[in-house]
C-alpha cells in the first residue's frame, strides 16, 4: 500500500457556510490522502460533512461557503488551479457519481446525447460518429440491456438503476483518476445496491482508478475499500486499515 503514490492529500481542510450574517462550521482541520489505485471510504452520519467534503475537493462547493486548507491532486494545488484547468481537471480527472441519478441529467434531452457531449468536451479529437460509438461501447460496458435503445431513452424512460448506469458510464468515459462516488447505493434496493457494487468493483479493476467511496453503511465500506475514514462533528476521527471481508454480499 505504502508504495504506490499518492493522488490525492487534503490537508487542514475547514470549510463554514455563510447564513444570516454568520459563518457556521461544517469541517475542521480535516486531513487525509488517497494514493493511486486505492479507495478511501469515507463513513459518517447525516448531515456530518461527507458531501461536502467530496464537492469541495472539486472545488464545487456553493459562494456561501468558506473554504481554508489545501487540497493537491496530482501534485497541483486545486485552490491555484485556473478556470480552464479547473474544467478540465472535473470529467476528466476527478469524476462524481451521485445518489440521485435523476438530478444529474437534463429531463429534457436523451442520456445518449447528455453522455455524448461529456465525451466531447474532453476528448477533442474524436469526430461525432467517433464519440457516438465510444458512448454506446461504454453503454455496453455496463451492462444496459440495449445500448442503442438506451442512448434514445429521456431519463424518464430509464429505471433508477439503468441511470445510474448511465451516470457512471459519464463519470468514467473520459479516464478519470479518482472517482468520487456520494452515497452511489443508497436510493437503491437490495438487488440493484448488490448489482451496482459488483459492477463498481469490475469497473475498478479494469480501469484502475482511484476511489473516495461515500458511504453511511460501515459493512459496505469495509467490502469495498483499502482505508475507512470516519467523519464526525465535521473533523475525522478515526482512519485505519477496511478488514479485509471479501466475502460480505451487501
Ligand atoms: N450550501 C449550504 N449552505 C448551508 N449549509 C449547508 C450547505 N450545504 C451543506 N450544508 C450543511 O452542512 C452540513 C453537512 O452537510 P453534508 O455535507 O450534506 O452532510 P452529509 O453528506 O454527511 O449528510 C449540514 O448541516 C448541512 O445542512
Ligand atoms: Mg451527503
Not at 48 to 68: D, F, H, M, N, V
Request: charged fraction near 20%; charge should be positive.
Amino acid at each position: 500500500m505504502e508504495d504506490s503514490p499518492t493522488l490525492l492529500t487534503v490537508e487542514g481542510l475547514s470549510v463554514s457556510f455563510h447564513q444570516r450574517g454568520n459563518f457556521f462550521d461544517v469541517l475542521s482541520n480535516v486531513h487525509f490522502s488517497i494514493s493511486f489505485g486505492r479507495t478511501l471510504a469515507l463513513t459518517g452520519t447525516s448531515g456530518s460533512g461527507k458531501s461536502t467534503l467530496a464537492l469541495a475537493i472539486g472545488r464545487l462547493l456553493p459562494p456561501e461557503a468558506r473554504l481554508c486548507g489545501k487540497i493537491t491532486f496530482c501534485g497541483k494545488e486545486i485552490q491555484n488551479l485556473k478556470k480552464s484547468e479547473l474544467y478540465r481537471l472535473r470529467g476528466r480527472e476527478i469524476a462524481y457519481v451521485f445518489q440521485e441519478p435523476m438530478a444529474c441529467f437534463n429531463p429534457s434531452l436523451t442520456v445518449g446525447a447528455q453522455l455524448l457531449e461529456c465525451i466531447l468536451l474532453h476528448q477533442k479529437n474524436l469526430r461525432k460518429f467517433q464519440a457516438r460509438q465510444v458512448a454506446l461501447d461504454w453503454l455496453e460496458k455496463l451492462q444496459l440491456p440495449d445500448p442503442i435503445r438506451s442512448y434514445r431513452s429521456y431519463p424518464n424512460e430509464l429505471s433508477g438503476g439503468m441511470l445510474q448506469r448511465v451516470m457512471l458510464a459519464m463519470a468514467l468515459c473520459n479516464g478519470p483518476k479518482l472517482l468520487i462516488a456520494d452515497e452511489p447505493t443508497s436510493a437503491l434496493d437490495g438487488k440493484s445496491c448488490r448489482a451496482a457494487v459488483e459492477q463498481l468493483l469490475r469497473l475498478r479493476s479494469e480501469f484502475s482508478f482511484s476511489m473516495l467511496f461515500i458511504t453511511h453503511d460501515i459493512p459496505l465500506a469495509e467490502y469495498f475499500a483499502d482505508e475507512i475514514a470516519q467523519l464526525a462533528k465535521g473533523t475525522i476521527w478515526s482512519l485505519r486499515p477496511a478488514i479485509s471481508q471479501k466475502t460480505f454480499l451487501p
